[in-house]
């Protein structure tokens, strides 16, 4: 009997969807157990190379063309947790892979991004790129969007990645409101309604990576860029969790490809990207 077969097909989604929850929470505490293993290596900010200038009359070599890519950590975190995507991103082909550290006990998201404004300048004008590309985890691409969107970073921010990013407020963790950055990532604070306001002149590609497995944001969609003037893709990643996007090799690949991209976002509504981890 049809009928009889509802109940059936239920119990199987059912099944199959408690399966994949239950693997992503798996990886989550493995991920969580290596990460706090690797915490302490990046406390300290990550040394700068002083660049080395040749002489006038030496050949010069051909120079990567792809902007430099920085690397933005989230809430209560630090570099270390890029350890795996950065190598990832720095594989290919040589590409210049730099990350920030801003203080655990930054209080403000503007505050945050006006620092990340300042050294992005200096990585350009350190390496002679006139743009950047960033990729940031949670928190760090919520700071890296206002930078891009409300203070003009849009010149110097070619292509801005976001994983697990709550561009529309979350409301997970309603007891971590004693701190004032956690209230500005709830949804109708006075930071998420000022990136609603129109941006009709950003000229910066957003892609946005968000897992349908992500327990940090809530609502889950709450991590697409969802914005009439912005050019964005949201990618849907199957399987994982919200400590996995950045240590996955597959999330690595597609930021990796949507990177290579000169126009990531140009037919983002088009065709919708997704990708299955699992």
């Not at 120079?63 to 990832?88: C, E, K, M, T, Y």
């Not at 920030?100 to 990340?116: G, H, K, M, Q, V």
């Not at 994983?163 to 409101?177: E, F, K």
């Amino acid at each position: 009997m049809p009928g009889a077969a509802l109940p059936a097909l239920s119990a199987q989604v059912a099944g199959r969807v408690s399966l994949a929850l239950l693997k992503a929470t798996a990886l989550e505490v493995a991920v969580l157990a290596g990460h706090l293993v690797l915490y302490p290596s990046g406390i300290a900010q990550e040394r700068r190379a002083t660049p080395v200038h040749p002489p006038p009359d030496a050949p010069r070599l051909p120079v990567d063309s792809r902007p430099p890519v920085l690397l933005l950590h989230g809430f209560i975190d630090n570099r270390s947790v890029f350890v795996l995507l950065r190598r990832a991103l720095s594989q290919d082909g040589g590409r210049r892979v730099e990350s920030l550290n801003y203080s655990p006990l930054t209080c403000d998201i503007r505050t945050a991004a006006e620092l990340l404004g300042r050294h992005v300048d200096e990585l350009c004008e350190r390496t002679g790129h006139r743009q950047v590309d960033i990729v940031g985890h949670s928190l760090g691409g919520l700071i890296a969007r206002y930078y891009t969107q409300r203070l003009g970073g849009d010149v110097r921010v070619r292509t801005l990645v976001t994983l697990g990013t709550p561009h529309g407020g979350t409301r997970v963790a309603p007891l971590a409101d004693a701190h004032p950055i956690v209230r500005q990532m709830r949804p109708g604070s006075a930071v998420i309604e000022e990136l609603k306001e129109p941006a009709p002149d950003c000229r910066t590609q957003f892609v946005s990576f968000w897992s349908d497995l992500d327990q940090i944001m809530d609502p889950l969609e709450t991590a697409c860029v969802d914005h009439p003037d912005l050019v964005a893709q949201n990618i849907r990643v199957t399987g994982i969790g919200h400590l996995a996007l950045p240590v996955h090799p597959a999330v690595a690949n597609g930021i990796r490809q949507a990177l290579d991209l000169a126009h990531p976002g140009a037919d983002a509504r088009e065709a919708p990207g997704g990708l299955t981890v699992a």
